[in-house]
C-alpha cells in the first residue's frame, strides 16, 4: 500500500527548527538548527531595531509605554546580574539567570492584568517583577532562608515551582476555577497564564495540562518559553515539532513569536489573554529565545555548547534592539538611558544590602505551618527538639 | 532464563586497589558493567555529553555512544516507563534520575509496573533495571534536592533497594545492582560524592544485600545507611575519646533488610540508636526498632532510639542543620541509651 507523502512527511512550510539534526553548514558554524524561528514567528521588532508590521498582530506603542518596556527589562536584566554576582561571591547558594529572555518575560508579563493570575517556574524573575514581586523577595529561597517569601495571593503570583512542569495542571485547575466562578466572557472577566520551559513539554504534567484545559475550555495562555536548551540538552531532544504546533493535536491554538522582541511578545500575550477571558482559551504560546548565560551556577554550559551559538544570539538581544528603537523614533535620549542605568545601579544596591541582611529564621521554624490544622505528633516533636536546642544553647551538652 | 553474567576478568586492573571518590567509584563500575555486558543502557537527564549533573555518568557516552548512553526527554515517568520495556526486551537499564525530589513524576510507573510485572505474570517477565537516585541533604540546595524518600520504595513490595555509603561499596554494589534480575532503586549519598576511600577492583567486599559491621565496639550499636554511616563513624570517633565503645553497621541493603548482624550486635550491647536523614514516622528507621524490639527483647537494655530527620518538609537550606542529624545528635541518643 502507498503511503502518501502528504501523510509522512512535515509540510514544506515546518521551518527549520523541525530538524532533528542542524545541516552540515550549521554544523561548521558551530550552530545547531534552531537559530532561526521559521516562517510563522510573530515578530514586531526586529534585531536591528526595525518596527515591521504582522497580518494578524497589531501593537500601538507610544514612546512612553515603550520606555517603560525597556526600563523594566534593563532593571530585571541588572537584578538578575547581580543575584548571579551574589552567587558568586558566595551570598546565594544558588541562581537561576533569566540573561536573554527579558523581552519574553516582560512582554508576558505587561500583558497581564491585576486580576488575572500567573503560575511561574523558577526562572520567571521577570514576570515576578511584573506582577509587584521586588526581587529582594526573591533572594531568601536561593539563600536558602526561605522558599520564597511573596503572598502569591495578593500578587496573583503563585510560588516558584522547582519540579519541572509540576505548576501547569495546577494553572490550568485554577482557570477552570476562574471559568466557574463564571469569570470568563464579561466585563471584569480573568485569565491564567503559566510558564514553563522547552524542557518541560516533556512532561506528562504539561501534556495533562493541554488535555485538561482543553476539555474544559479554561482561560489559560500556556506561555512555553523555548529557551533552546533544558540544561544540556537542545530542544531537539524533546520534540520533532516546532512546540508551538504541539497545540493543534490538543484542539487549540499555537504561536510562535519572536522571545527576544517584547513587542511581539506584549502584543501576541494581550491577544492570547484576552481570547481567554472571553472563553476562547486555551492557547498555547510558544516565545521562541535563548538562555545567554548557564542553567543555573551550578552549570557549565562549555561541556555541551559552543560558544559561537552564544555570539550568534547577542545579535538578537532582546533590550538593545528597543534602545536602538527607541533613539530611532527620538522617543528617549541619553539622560532618560542614564536615569535607567542609575534607577538600575540603586536597585542593585538594594538587592545586595538586603540579601547580606536577610536573616536566618529562629530555631524551631522548620515546624511551622506544616499543616494548617496542626498535627499533635509533630508539636511534640518541636517541643523535643527545642528542649535539645536549649540544652545547647545553655552550655550544657 | 539466567542473566547474562558479567566478565569482568577483561577490566581487572593490574593493581588492585585504587584510591577514588565514591563519584569515580559509580563511574568506574558502571563503564565496568557496561564493558561487560553489551545489553547494559545508561539512561537519563543530561547524562550523555554532560556526563549528569554530579558527573556520574562522565564519558560514558563518549566511549559507548549515544545508544547506550541516552539523553533522555525531560521526563521522569518516560524514562522509568521506557526503561520497563527496554528490560523487557533484553536490555540491562540504569536509569538516573537527576535528584530524588524528581523521581514522583515516575512513581506511578515504579508502584504499578516495575514492581508488579514479575508478580503478575507469574514470573515470566523480569525486570533487571537500576534506577540510581542521588539523595540526602547537606549540600544547601533549594527545595527537592535534599530529600531523603527511600521509604516510599522500601514500603512498596517487588523492589529492591539499596544504599553504598563509600566508594568500595559505590564501585561493587552499582555492578551487583546491574547483575540482580529484580529491580533496584540506588540511593548515592549525594553529600559524600567526593569523598575518597580504598577501591579493590578485583573483589567485592560483600554481597548486594547484606549488612556490614563497619566499626566493632561494646557499649550501643549504630546502624545507619548511606550519608549518615561517615556521621555514624564519627561519632563513634567521637565516643571512644569519652571512653565509650560505638559498633557501626552499615545496612546497605535498606529493601530487604539484612538484620542478623544487628540482631547479633544488639544481643551484646544490649543498646541500639537507628540513624537515617529520612523523617522518622513510618520509616526504615521504624521498622528496624520494631524488628530489633522484637527478635533482641531479653537483651535490650535501653529501648531502640531513632535518630532521624524531622516529620517536616525538608526545610530551606539555611536552616537544613536543624533538620539533618549530626555528630551531637548522634551522641545524644547515644548518651539517653546508656542513661537509660
Known amino acids: ?85 551574589l552567587q558568586r561571591k558566595g551570598e546565594l547558594g544558588l541562581w537561576v539567570p533569566l540573561l536573554g529572555q527579558e523581552a519574553a518575560q516582560i512582554g508576558a508579563g505587561r500583558a497581564l492584568k491585576p486580576n488575572d493570575m500567573a503560575f511561574p517556574s523558577y526562572r520567571e524573575h521577570g514576570v515576578a517583577w511584573c506582577r509587584g514581586v521586588r526581587p529582594t523577595e526573591i533572594l531568601g529561597m536561593f539563600r536558602g532562608t526561605d522558599n520564597g517569601s511573596w503572598d502569591p495571593v495578593e500578587h496573583r503570583f503563585h510560588p516558584y515551582t522547582i519540579v519541572i512542569g509540576n505548576q501547569v495542571l495546577n494553572a490550568a485547575g485554577y482557570a477552570m476555577g476562574q471559568k466557574f466562578d463564571g469569570k470568563v466572557g464579561d466585563a471584569d472577566s480573568e485569565a491564567t497564564m503559566v510558564f514553563f520551559g522547552d524542557g518541560a513539554t516533556s512532561q506528562g504534567d504539561v501534556h495533562e495540562g493541554f488535555v485538561w484545559a482543553a476539555v474544559y475550555d479554561a482561560p489559560l495562555v500556556f506561555f512555553c518559553q523555548n529557551n533552546q536548551w533544558a540544561i544540556s540538552e537542545p530542544t531537539e531532544r524533546q520534540s520533532r515539532l516546532p512546540l508551538y504546533q504541539r497545540a493543534r493535536g490538543y484542539g487549540f491554538p499555537g504561536i510562535r513569536v519572536d522571545g527576544n522582541d517584547v513587542l511581539a511578545t506584549l502584543a501576541v500575550s494581550r491577544w492570547a489573554l484576552e481570547e481567554c477571558r472571553q472563553g476562547n482559551g486555551p492557547i498555547l504560546i510558544e516565545a521562541f529565545t535563548y538562555r545567554m548565560d548557564a542553567h543555573t551556577t551550578s552549570d557549565d554550559p562549555s561541556r555541551y555548547r559552543l560558544s559561537d551559538e552564544l555570539e550568534m544570539w547577542k545579535l538578537k538581544d532582546p533590550i538593545e534592539r528597543v534602545k536602538v528603537h527607541l533613539v530611532k523614533q527620538q522617543w528617549a535620549d541619553q539622560a532618560f538611558f542614564d536615569s535607567v542605568e542609575a534607577d538600575a545601579e540603586e536597585l542593585a544596591v538594594e538587592m545586595r544590602e538586603f540579601c547580606v541582611n536577610l536573616e536566618t529564621p529562629p530555631a524551631g521554624r522548620i515546624f511551622s505551618q506544616v499543616y494548617a490544622e496542626g498535627n499533635p505528633v509533630l508539636e511534640a516533636q518541636r517541643d523535643e527538639f527545642l528542649a535539645y536546642h536549649a540544652g545547647f544553647a545553655g552550655g550544657e551538652h | 532464563m539466567a542473566a547474562p553474567t558479567m566478565d569482568r576478568s577483561a577490566s581487572a586492573e593490574p593493581s588492585a586497589v585504587q584510591t577514588m571518590t565514591i563519584a569515580k567509584a559509580i563511574n568506574n563500575g558502571l563503564r565496568a558493567a557496561m564493558e561487560a555486558n553489551p545489553k547494559v543502557l545508561v539512561m537519563g537527564e543530561d547524562v550523555g555529553k554532560l556526563g549528569g549533573v554530579f558527573r556520574i555518568t562522565d564519558g560514558l557516552q563518549k566511549d559507548f555512544g549515544e545508544q547506550r548512553v541516552l539523553d533522555t526527554p525531560l521526563s521522569e515517568s518516560g524514562i522509568i516507563g521506557t526503561a520497563v520495556g527496554l528490560a523487557i526486551r533484553g536490555y540491562r537499564p540504569v536509569c538516573e534520575i537527576q535528584f530524588e525530589g524528581f523521581i514522583f513524576p515516575g512513581f506511578d510507573q515504579l508502584v504499578s509496573q516495575v514492581a508488579k510485572l ?223
Open chain 1, 1 to 85: 500500500m502507498s503511503s502518501p507523502e502528504k501523510w509522512t512527511q512535515p509540510g514544506p512550510d515546518s521551518p527549520p527548527a523541525t530538524a532533528a539534526t542542524p545541516t552540515a553548514e550549521q554544523v561548521i558554524a558551530g550552530l545547531r538548527a534552531t537559530d532561526e524561528g521559521g516562517a510563522d514567528l510573530v515578530q514586531l521588532l526586529t534585531p536591528e531595531g526595525e518596527r515591521v508590521e504582522h497580518p494578524d498582530f497589531h501593537l500601538d506603542i507610544s514612546g512612553e509605554e515603550l520606555r517603560g518596556l525597556y526600563r523594566d527589562m534593563v532593571l530585571v536584566r541588572r537584578a538578575d546580574r547581580e543575584a548571579n554576582a
Open chain 2, 118 to 340: 514479575h508478580y503478575r505474570t507469574q514470573g515470566r517477565l523480569k525486570l533487571p533495571m537500576v534506577i540510581r537516585v542521588p539523595f540526602g541533604g547537606g549540600i544547601g540546595a533549594v527545595e527537592h534536592h535534599s530529600e531523603s524518600p527511600e521509604s516510599y520504595f522500601a514500603h512498596t513490595a517487588g523492589l529492591k533497594v539499596v544504599s553504598c555509603a563509600n566508594p568500595a561499596d559505590a564501585y561493587w554494589m552499582i555492578q551487583q545492582a546491574i547483575d540482580s534480575d529484580d529491580p533496584v532503586l540506588f540511593f548515592e549519598p549525594k553529600r559524600r560524592y567526593y569523598e575518597k576511600g580504598q577501591v579493590d577492583t578485583t573483589a567485592a567486599p560483600a554481597p548486594l544485600f547484606q549488612s556490614r559491621v563497619l566499626r566493632s565496639g561494646t557499649d550501643v550499636t549504630v546502624v545507619a545507611y548511606g550519608p549518615m554511616v561517615r556521621t555514624s563513624l564519627d561519632a563513634a570517633a567521637a565516643a571512644e575519646d569519652e571512653g565509650r565503645s560505638l559498633e557501626v553497621i552499615d545496612l546497605r541493603a535498606l529493601s530487604p533488610l539484612d538484620l542478623a548482624p544487628v540482631y547479633e550486635s544488639v544481643r551484646r550491647t544490649g543498646r541500639l540508636v537507628v540513624v537515617s536523614e529520612a523523617p522518622g514516622e513510618s520509616s526504615i528507621a521504624g521498622e528496624i526498632a520494631a524488628k530489633v524490639q522484637q527478635e533482641c527483647f531479653y537483651s535490650l537494655e535501653a529501648p531502640v532510639l531513632r535518630v532521624t530527620g524531622f516529620d517536616t518538609p525538608y526545610p530551606p537550606s539555611k536552616l537544613e542543620e536543624e533538620f539533618l542529624p549530626d555528630l551531637d545528635r548522634v551522641l545524644h541518643a547515644v548518651d539517653r541509651s546508656l542513661a537509660w
